[in-house]
Each structure stands twice: as C-alpha cells, then as structure tokens.
C-alpha cells in the first residue's frame, strides 16, 4: 500500500499546494488514496476534514492559473441557471453554472486543474467553458442551494399549469361523488390552486376561507398575523369550498358537522407540501381552514430556532440524555412542535428507535415511527404509549400531555431508561411543575423524571432592508424592562409601518423567545415541599435562567425584533 501512494503522480493544484507550503507531499499523497476511496474530489475531502483552508486554497490556485477568483456570497444562489447543466453533471464534478452569455458558460469551479469537468460540460451543453474560482466549502453549500431552487420553484408554472397539478386527497373516503362534477369546471380548479400555490410561495401557515351574508372573504396567515388577500363573490363560495372539500376526500354532500381532510400538492420530484383540512359549519356557510404542513419546516437546524447560546446548550444537554423527560410548553401557534422535530432530528440515527404519537401528524419524517391518534378507533396517547413500551424505544415523542393517565405513563416511561419529549399548554415554564401536580402526577416522581421544561414564543423579525431606528425615551426602556446602565450601549429598532418589497408591513419570518428551564436540586427540593408557581419563578431567577420577557428583551437588543413586537407575544 505504502508503495502505491509513494507512485500515485501529483500534479495540478495538488502540486501547487505541496510547493506554497500548504501541506507536505506525504501527506498530499495519503489523502489522494483517501478521496479515491471515499469517491470524493481531491479539494472536497482536504476542505471537508479541514486540512486546508479553503480561502487559501483558492488565492492559491488563482495566482498560479491566473483564472480569476469570486466570492459567491455575492450572488443570488436561488437564481442561478443550474438548468443549464444537468443535476448528475454538477454533481459529479463539483462545478455550477454561474452566466450564460452568448455561447459561453462561466462555471465556478474549486479546482481549475479538473479539465475533465470542463471537458464533459461543453460537450453536453455546447458551450464554450470559462472557469471562475471559488471557495470549496461555499460552492458545496451553493451547489445544494441552486439544485434545490431549481426544483422548488414555481415561478414559471404558465396558467394552463393551475389545472394540472399532482394534488392527492386525504385517507377518508369520499361521499357524494355525484355532486363533485359541479365543483371541478376549469375556473374553479385554477382559482383553487393559485390560492394554494400563492400560500405557499408567501411562506403563509394557514388559509382561512370565510363565508358571510354578502361577501367571502379569503385570508392568509403569515408570521402569526392574518391578511385578506381575496373575496371572491358570495354566490360562488359554496363552490369553492366543495371544490377543496373534494380534493381532501371530504364529504362534501354533509354540511351541518365539522370534517378533516388532508390535501397533498407535489411541486416537484423531491417537494410535496400537505394540507391539513377543516371545515366547520357558520351561519351562512362552511367556514374551511387549511393548515399548511411543509416537512422542510423541520430541518432548519437548532441554529436559526432563535436560542441564545446558553439556552441552546441547556436544550441540547437535556435531549442528548440517555432518560429523562422534556417538555416544551406554549399557546397553539408557538412553534413547539417544530422545536421538538429540530430535536429529533439530531437524534434520528440507525442505531436509536424513534416513535411519536401525534393528533395529527404534521410533519412525516424518514427514521422516525410516527402515529396518528384516532380516539374514535379507541388509540389514545396512553394507548399509543402503553404499545411504544412494548417495542423497546429509546426516545418517545407524546404530542401532548393532556390527562393524568398519559402523564403517568409519559412519566414511567422516563424513569425507566427512556427520553420522553412532550409538549403541554401553560404560559410559562414554572406554571408547567404545578400544572402536572395538579393533574394529579405525584411531586415525587416529577422531581425524578423531569428534566428540562421549556416555553415559548414566536416574534415576528424585523424586516433587514427597512427597519429603522427607534426613538423611545429612555424612562419608556426602563419601565419596559432595560437597565439603566446598558442604554448607551444597545441601538434599538421598529418596523417600517409601510413595509418594502422584501417584507409585510415591516416584519420578514419569526423567531423563537425562550424560556429553558433545567431543574436543579433547588426546584427539586422546592417540589417536595409543595412550593407555588412563584416560588419556582423566583428559584429560576435566582439561577440565572431569564424567563420570556427578559429572553425577547434580548432579541430587542440584538435588532432582530422590536419592543413592541415583544409586548405582544409576551403580554400577561
């Protein structure tokens, strides 16, 4: 083995990084044969396993090819033309199309020596090639970002597009086929779809379809506040909503109860977005919700959840333990099953047994066991729980506890030796202790089996291009909650009531405001002897843990949200 890494030539960047001093030929040689064997580009595994600096790598190869040099973080990734060059192409020689002009196609390229690359690329689209340097690792994520973008968009679906999407219905099955004929004329079909295509490229959480005595109105939910977008004439309202009654396999002959129904809309090979569907019966006809469930909502990385680096450290502590039970607490709407999906995504491996039981299930992720609860079926949580024991889990997820029978389970199953994450609804993470012993849970088994309680919040962020400066008086930060000492040294910011194009009315996306609250041998101690709501409040306070409001007055100072945004979210 020895002798055939001593044979293997090096040439090209390789060469050029031996001889600047950047690493010594031995060990070029050594990881030539580890990336033949990992099937990697040479730059890939050196960048990867960081045994070379990508920023130097590239100033490097620039000045000895005298090909110029670009830092991608200059571009649009979403709108490169990727389509130019197929996806196996790209990624099998690690190159993205940057611009095409006239018949030349400028790739951005780690390593300017991968003539083959150059090679096959103008072979198969019939252009000229001119190489562009970039970083190794901002072309990997670039690479992902551009592929991805191009298999989401939908920014050229033509009108004709709106009746033929791939949209599936929900598991019931549907009743009054003979009235569905009424409700699938073109006009109908296409004002639907726009409807759902417009939610989702808006990024909205639901949609709210809303019959009243003379007019309908439609309205989306974005970053927690609602909007009217259309309102459609009121004779045509009962149609539309048979119509999305239809696509979820509802009955759409039955008006006078509730029914739920699910809607799937592929967008694209790798992307379908769900629709969860209710309907309830009004005065002056079914008022429709549709909940929008997009399973990429759970991978955005603990990172962008909105944790200050201490509460991170604590959430992950708590999860990374072998028992024990979590619970994330909040109003409907906080983010808390994001939170644990985020969570549970960093447990999900082969090695580890993953079940969750949910009403319903929203976001459907590979690895993971996940159970619909169907009380009329006679499977509850407890149900769901007293078979998950049965099949040697090691982290349970229980979307809600919300009896004294599933608490007790929950609470057994985490004194036996498995994680236990769960969510329950209280204000805030002290009120949760008290919460469970009133639910009947002895003080005793919630000092052994609780490990970290959690509330939380969603704040709307301010808009990066037009937030502007606050003008607050100083006695209005104190009586807000900011110290005197610090005003000098924090710029607050607000929302640009008119908005730009980048943003809604001065707000862009939400964040996460937490309160992370492990339980200490104090708490525990406090428990047992029977302490109220305020004296754990206090016990936290005294341990440093900030609770809600100190946690967004913190967002405040970092200019991701305002003051005012924060006294909404955290009003008492």
């Known amino acids: 083995m020895a002798t055939d890494l001593i044979d293997l030539p090096i040439g090209g960047l390789p060469k050029c990084l031996v001889q600047a001093g950047l690493i010594t030929e031995a060990d070029m040689q050594l990881h030539m044969q580890a990336a033949r064997k990992a099937k990697l580009p040479l730059i890939s595994y050196l960048v990867t396993n960081k045994l070379v600096d990508s920023k130097s790598v590239t100033a490097k190869a620039s000045k000895e090819f005298g090909i110029p040099q670009l830092d991608l973080d200059a571009l649009d990734i979403r709108s490169l033309p990727v389509n130019l060059v197929s996806e196996k192409l790209i990624r099998k020689h690690h190159a993205l199309p940057l611009l095409k002009r006239g018949n030349r196609l400028f790739l951005a390229v780690s390593d300017p020596g991968n003539f083959q690359a150059q ?50 219905g929900g598991d019931q099955e549907q009743a009054g086929d003979e009235v569905a004929s009424d409700v699938d004329d073109a006009p109908i079909v296409r004002f639907v779809n726009k409807i759902l295509l417009d939610s989702i490229k808006k990024g909205v959480s639901d949609i709210h379809l809303e019959p009243y005595e003379k007019s309908f109105r439609i ?42 129904g699910r809607i799937k809309m592929a967008l694209s090979k790798n992307r379908a977005i769900d629709f969860r569907v209710n309907s309830c019966p009004t005065l002056f006809g079914e008022k429709v919700v549709l909940r929008i469930l997009d399973p990429t909502s759970a991978q955005i990385g603990i990172e962008k959840l909105g944790f200050e680096p201490v509460q991170q450290q604590r959430f992950l502590e708590a999860i990374n333990r072998p028992y024990g039970m979590v619970l994330v607490t909040g109003p409907t709407g906080s983010g808390k099953t994001v939170t644990l999906y985020t969570g549970l995504n960093l447990l999900n491996s082969v090695e580890r ?6 009403d319903p299930v929203e976001i459907t992720v590979p690895g993971i066991n996940q159970v619909n609860m169907n009380p009329k079926a006679g499977l509850t949580f407890a149900g769901a729980l007293r078979a998950f024991l049965r099949q040697d889990p090691d982290i349970i997820m229980v979307g809600e506890i919300r009896d004294l029978e599933t608490a007790e389970i929950a609470v057994k199953a985490a004194q036996t030796g498995h994680l236990v994450l769960s969510t329950l609804h209280t204000n805030d993470a002290p009120q949760t202790l008290n919460r469970l012993v009133q639910m009947g849970v002895p003080p005793f088994n919630i000092v052994s089996a609780v490990h970290l309680i959690m509330a939380q919040r969603l704040a709307r962020r301010l808009c990066e291009y037009c937030k502007v400066k606050s003008d607050l008086p100083d006695s209005v930060l104190i009586s807000a909650g900011f110290k005197e000492e610090d005003l000098g040294k924090m710029t607050i910011f607000t929302a640009n009531p008119n908005g730009c194009e980048h943003c809604t009315s001065g707000f862009k996306g939400r964040v996460g405001i937490y309160q992370v609250m492990p339980i200490s041998e104090n708490m525990r101690k406090l428990i047992l002897e ?43």
Request: glycine share 4%; proline share 3%; net charge negative.
């Open 119 to 168: 090679d096959e690329i103008k072979f198969h689209t019939r252009l000229n090639i001119d190489t562009i340097l970039v970083e190794e690792d901002k072309l990997s994520k670039a690479i992902e970002t551009s592929l991805e973008a191009a298999d989401t968009t939908m920014t050229d679906l033509l009108d004709a597009d709106l009746e033929n999407l791939e949209i599936t």
């Open 219 to 260: 309205r989306f939910r974005a970053d927690g506040m609602l909007y009217e977008v259309a309102s459609p004439p009121p004779n045509i309202s009962t149609r539309i909503i048979s119509r999305i009654k239809v696509m979820a396999k509802m009955d759409i002959a039955e008006r006078r109860v509730p029914q739920d």
């Open 353 to 358: 047994n993953i079940s969750t039981a949910e």
């Open 530 to 572: 029977g302490g109220n709501t305020m004296q754990l409040a206090e016990q936290a306070k005294a341990e440093g843990i900030n609770d809600l409001r100190a946690s967004g007055l913190e967002k405040v100072c970092q200019g991701i949200t305002s003051l005012e945004e924060i006294d909404r979210v955290t009003k008492e």
